[in-house]
């Protein structure tokens, strides 16, 4: 069983910047694909950022240029720095690992408003 926790959402004014965070813990050995994806009520979830083991990113076109997944080397800890955040940022955010079949940690809120 993976356990995923996340951490760092909040309220912020538009323009502003927050740091998520995620770690994972449990039954892994091993560094996997992490992600982070978003759900803004009514809308379905959809994806933010992903990141390999390797470091390789990839980010949706609505978030290239602001925000950026990083990762530990060799952990399953990895973070989202965003950035220029807007009004239709706001979401829940979801950390996501690709280990035993993929599991979600409970989601962290991001409210953008002034």
């Known amino acids: 069983q993976v356990q995923l926790v996340e951490s760092g959402g909040g309220l912020v004014q538009p323009g502003g910047s927050l740091r998520l965070s995620c770690a994972a813990s449990?039954?892994?050995?091993?560094?996997?694909?992490m992600g982070w994806y978003r759900q803004a009520p009514g809308k379905q979830r959809e994806l933010v950022a992903t990141i390999t083991s390797g470091g390789d990113t990839n980010y949706a076109d609505f978030v290239k240029g602001r925000f950026a997944i990083s990762r530990i080397n060799g952990k399953n800890t990895v973070y989202l720095q965003m950035n220029s955040l807007k009004p239709e940022d706001t979401a829940v955010y979801y950390c996501y690992i690709a280990a035993r079949g993929g599991s979600w940690g409970p989601g962290t809120q991001v409210i953008v408003s002034s």
């Open positions: 449990g039954s892994i050995f091993a560094p996997y694909t």
